[in-house]
T-cell receptor, first 117, second 115 residues
């Protein structure tokens, strides 16, 4: 069974701090994603990686960066945390399309609830 | 651009009643559609997916969804609600670029099941 593990369930940081959120998947998936989830807004894609050292901006990348040095690990970095980055952060992974070109479902971690004070 | 609209941010049903959660999509390419469920304090898990095969898709926990191209809809149903179905449900459509790996999620529908 696929497991996506996020390093912290709850995290409290202060404004201006540099914050690291870590995500590890154990199924050798090519693709990894970071989302933030806010009430009434659903999931919004922050960044996406389709290979080691490759990344692509999502819909709301401002204030965030990512790192993917190894295939199984995808880190989200808040360069200088601000209160409007208080949110639930979800990491996900998926394999590449199958031979028929069908997109594959994403597998999610349990989320990190981040509070910026 | 791809998008999904979920009608109703909150839906309440009685235990044993029909569950109907609505999703309409917009897609510039043949759509692949997904329904995910999120239980409290957990991540999302896949309920079912449509990938251009059968239009009626069966998923886990007794849920199913029907793809209707003419209505651009992919509504989720379950004949008889159970207390354990109380959760938030998200409809999603695959992206139209970048190898189709990205998906766009709806804003979610919270299902309440009343005993």
């Amino acid at each position: 069974d696929v497991k996506v593990t996020q390093s912290s369930r709850y995290l409290v940081k202060r404004t201006g701090e540099k914050v690291f959120l870590e995500c590890v998947q154990d199924m050798d998936h090519e693709n990894m994603f970071w989302y933030r989830q806010d009430p009434g807004l659903g999931l919004r894609l922050i960044y996406f990686s389709y290979d080691v050292k490759m990344k692509e901006k999502g819909d709301i990348p401002e204030g965030y960066s990512v790192s993917r040095e190894k295939k199984e690990r995808f880190s989200l970095i808040l360069e200088s945390a601000s209160t409007n980055q208080t949110s639930m952060y979800l990491c996900a992974s998926s394999p590449s399309p199958d031979r028929g070109g069908h997109s594959q479902p994403q597998h999610f971690g349990d989320g990190t609830r981040l509070s910026i004070l | 651009a791809q998008s999904v609209t979920q009608l109703g941010s909150h839906v309440s049903v009685s235990e044993g009643a029909l569950v109907l959660l609505r999703c309409n999509y917009s897609s510039s390419v043949p759509p692949y559609l997904f329904w995910y469920v999120q239980y409290p304090n957990q991540g999302l898990q896949l309920l079912l997916k449509y990938t251009s095969a059968a239009t009626l898709v069966k998923g886990i926990n007794g849920f199913e969804a029907e793809f209707k191209k003419s209505e651009t809809s992919f509504h989720l149903t379950k004949p008889s609600a159970h207390m354990s179905d109380a959760a938030e449900y998200f409809c999603a459509v695959r992206g139209d670029s970048g190898g189709y790996q990205k998906v766009t999620f709806g804003t979610g529908t919270k299902l309440q099941v009343i005993p």
